[in-house]
C-alpha cells in the first residue's frame, strides 16, 4: 500500500514536470526528469514488508547471539533497504542464504552496522570533558575507560592523546569494544585513509589547540600523516595502550569484571528502541564506579526509566549512587 502511494506521488511527479517541458526551462525539467525516474528505480528496488525483517530478525536469534529485535525499526529498515540493493536480490533470498552459510550471515551482522567516527569528533563534548571529567581522573591512583561501539577506534585513539595532554595516560587503561568483529581489526591497526580522515584533522586543534597560551601541540606528536600513502597512522605507543574485544550491548554484560570511571557509548544508542537503550543505560549504570561517568552522542538523551539513575551535565551523565535515587 505504501510503495502503490509512493508510486503513484512519483507518477503525478512526472506528469506534472512533462506538462511544462514544453515552456522556457526545458533543460531544467529534463533534469528534473531524470531524477524523477531515478527515484521510481529506487522505489521499485527497496520496498521490504514489515513481515520479510520479522522472519529476518527471528532467524538471525535463532541461528546466532545477535538480536536485532530492539533495534529502531526505522534505522534497521533503512540498513536492510541498502543490503538488499547492494546485493541485487530480495530480503527473502538474503534470509535463504543466512540459514546455509554462517559467514554470510556474519557479514550481513557487519553490513548492518553504520560505522561512522572521527577524530576528536564533536569537539564541544571534549571541551566539556575537560571541564567536567579530568579533575575528577585527576584524582584516581587508576583509570579504566571503556569505548562500547568503538567502531575503527579514532574515538579511543583521540582520548589516549587527550589523556597524554593532561598527563593522564600512565596511569589508564583503556578497553574499545564492538559488536563487529571486522571493524575491530582496523581498529587495532590504528591506520586510516587519510583521504577520508583529513577533514577531521581541525578537531585535534579546536580540542588540543584552542588556547593560544600554550604551546601548540602539532599532528606529529600522535599521528604519522602520508598524503602520498594516503594514510594516518596512530603512533604505536598510543597503540599499546588499548585493548579492543568483540562484545554485543543487547546481550554481553560486563565483560571485563571491572568497573569504569568513564564509559563512552557515542552515536550507539541511537540505532536502538527507547527499552534497550535503558536497559544500555541501566547496564552502563551498573559497570561504573560511583563516581564514574558515562558520556553519549549530541543526539543522544536518557529520557526514560534509567535517567533517575544520572545527573546530567551536557552530554555528561554523572552516576547517581543507589541511596542518592530520588
Ligand atoms: C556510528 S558508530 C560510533 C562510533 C564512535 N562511538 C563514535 O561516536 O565516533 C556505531 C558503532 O556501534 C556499533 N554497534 C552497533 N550495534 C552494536 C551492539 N549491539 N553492540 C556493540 N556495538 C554495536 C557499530 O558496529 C558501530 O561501530
Redesign the pocket.
Known sequence: MLKLSRLLIIYFMFITNNKKINGKKKKNYERINIKIVILFVNCLKMDIANEEIKEFINIVVSLSTYDFSEYSEKSLRRRLEKIVNDNNCSLTEIIKKIKKNSDFLEKIVRDI??????IF?DPKVWREIEKEVIPKLKKLEKINIW?????SG??LYSMLMFLNEFDLLEKTSSFG????SE?LEEAKKGQFKYRFNAEYLPNFDQVLNYNPEKEKVPYSKYMFISQQHDTIKINPQLLSKVEFYK????CDKNIFGIKFDLI?????LI?FNNNLQNKIFDLFWSCLTDEGTLII?FHESIMGPAAIKYIKKGQCYFKKPLNNNA
Open positions: 552496522t553504520v560505522n561512522t567516527t572521527e569528533r569505548h562500547a561501539g568503538c567502531s579514532q574515538e569494544t564492538d559488536i563487529n571493524i562484545h554485543d550491548l543487547v563512552m557509548c557515542r552515536n550507539v540505532y552522542g
